[in-house]
């Protein structure tokens, strides 16, 4: 399991040439005007691991397969979006369909690229965009807030519950802040999640800067990491020029440039990083002759859960799952020793699946 990430923000922000960079394509316009993008674009990209190669040269795998994520690029917001302005309506549909939302934020100074508020301000930018979600979540709720509270007083329990939420929803926005602040039990997470709400949406802020920024940011960057930590929002520092010149060499020749630029990696490791911290994903590995494959699934993930990831029988069929930690895999060279260690698991239903946990399932026909 991945995610499907949005990457928004204002007109020309860099969201597009940011979008060609991860899933190193050309498929999405890349021009210095609003709305260059007007149907969203999607490319799946693989998730950089290290491990895997490692786990592969242990099992003497044939293949290695990583996880994939889904990332959109999605129409540039402008003001009025959520009424209907620019492209707004679909852009805020476009939203709706995606688990996160990596928003965009212009932290550079480029007299060659217009600014469509007319000066480089990122937090001033950020609310732009923020304010549009929390209309259109404000619009949505006022709707339907009414009919389940006349069905909560009427005692209907799930009703009830999803009027509690509504209302705490409409409360916080009303107070100009977005649905994701509003604290919410795991038992009702749900039932909230199924408001629709785009405000709800976990956010990682991409701050793309001048090259020379690449590496450690700039003022404005530190502005919207100010932001971030604020609101608990994740950050990231990249440079989509970078990112996409880097895009077009051959793999040999990318830990080069990455030197003489003076950075350790693509800005892509740190973008699902970020994503998944902030989403709270966890990656497991199988491990065989034939492939060596990472699998994504959200922490806490119990061991079925975790088998039905590969194959519906397996969850529907689980008798227990053989574990093996990633570093004690690697510290026994393998499945074998891992069993003459003592560090080979058999874990059953209860399980919760840890990141690094190399598994084999056992199930039912």
Not at 2 to 24: D, E
């Amino acid at each position: 399991m991945g995610f499907k990430c949005g990457i928004v923000g204002l007109p020309n922000v860099g969201k597009s040439t940011l979008f060609n960079a991860l899933t190193q394509t050309a498929a999405a316009q890349a021009a210095n005007y609003p709305f260059c993008t007007i149907e969203p674009n999607v490319g799946d990209v693989a998730v950089p691991d290290p491990r895997l190669e490692t786990l592969a040269a242990i099992a003497h795998s044939k293949e290695i397969i990583p996880t994939r994520l889904t990332f959109v690029d999605i129409a540039g917001l402008v003001r009025g979006a959520s009424k209907g302005e620019g492209l707004g309506n679909q852009f805020l549909a476009n939203i709706r369909e995606c688990d996160a939302i990596a928003h965009v934020v212009r932290c550079f100074e480029d007299d060659d690229v217009t600014h469509v508020s007319g000066k480089i301000a990122p937090v001033g930018d950020i609310e732009i965009v923020e304010t549009e979600l929390m209309l259109a979540d404000l619009e949505s709720l006022e709707k339907r807030v009414v009919a389940f509270e006349k069905k909560a007083k009427g005692g209907d329990k799930e009703a009830k519950e999803i009027f509690g939420l509504m209302s705490r929803c409409l409360d916080k926005l009303h107070d100009g802040k977005p649905a994701r602040l509003v604290e919410v039990k795991p038992e009702e997470r749900k039932s909230f999640n199924a408001l629709g709400l785009l405000s709800s949406k976990p956010v990682l802020y991409v701050c793309n800067v001048e090259e020379a920024s690449a590496e450690h940011g700039n003022r404005f960057s530190e502005e919207v990491q100010t932001r971030a930590a604020e609101e608990g929002a994740g950050a990231v520092v990249v440079s989509g020029r970078i990112e996409s010149e880097i895009a077009l060499l051959p793999a040999d020749e990318q830990k080069e440039f990455f030197e003489a630029v003076g950075l350790s990696e693509p800005g892509l490791n740190r973008v699902i990083r970020a994503g998944y911290q902030l989403l709270g994903l966890v990656t497991f590995f199988t491990a065989g002759p034939k492939e060596t494959r990472a699998w994504t699934v959200p922490a806490a993930t119990k061991a079925p859960q975790a088998a039905g990831v590969i194959h519906t029988d397996f969850e529907k069929g689980f008798i227990r799952a053989e574990v093996i930690g990633y570093d004690d895999y690697v510290t026994a060279g393998g499945e074998a020793g891992a069993r003459e260690a003592g560090t080979f698991r058999l874990e059953g239903k209860d399980y919760v699946v840890a990141d690094g946990d190399v598994m084999h399932f056992r199930f039912a026909n």
